[in-house]
């Protein structure tokens, strides 16, 4: 595959300062009973950060009150600059999600997909000519230009993520977002796959991502946030390993780190 990515203008992501994402204070429950408390945090233009935590500690609620598809009941969320709710540039947040959520619902080819990312330039228009290089670079960049007739469904795991990952290449996305992108990717194409997010993110576009694998974030992500209903650690990878928040927030001494690579 290409290890140059090629279709991200890295300045939209150096030219704000404005933080991504910001929470201040937030607080949240479905029901009266919290399931994120006090989250203070942002994330800044070029970040590579992961939110790590047990089974249920709220690492996906965190992701939606991030991106707005839920409200704080307490505090302040915001997407660049905007109260999180409110945004609604979806061109600058390409969602990877999880690879069995994907699985069934695309009969269609993989460069279909990637044009979809093109959708929020030309609403539902036709595409140029310059909007389909931007799509045939975003699958050059992935390493997918081979499979770009192939159905969606016909791929592996860690193709069908890729794919995905072109499509929001494709909408000049600023931020990535992915909740457990490798769940159910063989481990060598998870090697490839975070070989992949580490040269977007060298390109400049910011990495947010919820994993499940220690061992792939502690090598691989710059920052981690390692949550259980509040933060126990924000901070650097390498801090992170060395502290006592994996044992606490897990509730475990087990080594959680090397088991699964
Ligand atoms: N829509 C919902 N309605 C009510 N409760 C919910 C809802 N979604 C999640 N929860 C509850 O909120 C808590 C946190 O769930 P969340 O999915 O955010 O955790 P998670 O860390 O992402 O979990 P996992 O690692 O298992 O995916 C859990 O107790 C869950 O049962």
Wanted: glycine letters at 10%.
């Amino acid at each position: 595959m290409s290890t140059q990515p090629t279709t991200h203008s890295a300045t939209a992501s150096t030219e704000h300062s404005t933080p991504l994402i910001e929470l201040a204070g937030v607080d949240f429950g479905y029901t009266s009973t919290p399931v994120v408390e006090d989250i203070s945090l942002q994330i800044d233009a070029g970040e590579y950060a992961a939110v790590v935590g047990p089974n249920g500690s709220g690492k996906s609620t965190l992701m939606k009150l991030m991106l707005g598809l839920l409200r704080p009941d307490d505090g302040v969320a915001r997407l660049f600059g905007d109260p999180s709710h409110q945004f609604d540039d979806g061109s600058r947040i390409g969602y990877v999600a999880q690879h069995a959520s994907a699985s069934k619902e695309m009969p269609i080819t993989v460069r279909e997909v990637v044009k979809m990312g093109r959708f929020p330039h030309v609403g539902f228009g036709r595409l140029s000519r310059d909007d389909w290089e931007i799509v045939d670079r975003a699958l050059e960049t992935v390493g997918m230009g081979a499979f770009a007739s192939r159905r969606v469904t016909q791929l592996s795991g860690g193709q069908r993520q890729r794919a995905f990952i072109a499509r929001a290449l494709a909408s000049e996305a600023d931020l990535l977002v992915l909740d457990e992108p490798t769940v159910g990717v063989d481990m060598e194409s998870v090697e490839a796959f975070y070989d992949l997010l580490d040269a977007l993110n060298s390109n400049g576009i910011t990495v947010l991502l919820i994993e499940h694998d220690l061992g792939a974030v502690t090598e691989h992500a710059d920052r981690v946030i390692c949550l259980n209903r509040e933060i126990y650690f924000d901070g650097p990878a390498d801090a992170f390993v060395e502290s006592d928040a994996l044992a606490r927030a897990f509730g475990t001494t087990a080594n959680l780190l090397g088991g699964s690579r």
